[in-house]
Nanobody
Framework: QVQIVESGGDLVQPGESLRLSCTASGSINGFYVTGWYRQAPGKEREMVATISKFGITTYGDSVKGRFTISGDDAKTTIALQMNNLKPEDTGLYSC????????????WGQGTQVTVSS
């Protein structure tokens, strides 16, 4: 079984920075992608950033140039460095692990709250 634990959420002011961490543990084999997703109240969940086992990264348009995703060698412990935070970055940030199969398996953490407000 795979477990995912996130940390780092907080209340910050606009323009400040925050760093989120996610650790996936358990039986993780083959190709996989780890990433951060967020959901604001009343809005659909959106992809923030992902990183593959081989280090390939993707970013949501709204965070490009401000957020950076990184990981350890295995990319099962990842971090999201968030700079120049804006009120619209507020939301529940969740870590997701997709392990290629077949069958493909998906795991989610419980999330960590980020609130950007003055």
């Amino acid at each position: 079984q795979v477990q995912i634990v996130e940390s780092g959420g907080d209340l910050v002011q606009p323009g400040e920075s925050l760093r989120l961490s996610c650790t996936a543990s358990g039986s993780i084999n083959g190709f996989y992608v780890t990433g951060w997703y967020r959901q604001a109240p009343g809005k659909e969940r959106e992809m923030v950033a992902t990183i593959s086992k081989f280090g390939i990264t993707t970013y949501g348009d709204s965070v490009k140039g401000r957020f950076t995703i990184s990981g350890d060698d295995a990319k099962t412990t990842i971090a999201l460095q968030m700079n120049n935070l804006k009120p619209e970055d507020t939301g529940l940030y969740s870590c997701r692990l997709i392990v290629g199969g077949p069958p493909t398996q998906e795991y989610w953490g419980q999330g960590t709250q980020v609130t950007v407000s003055s």
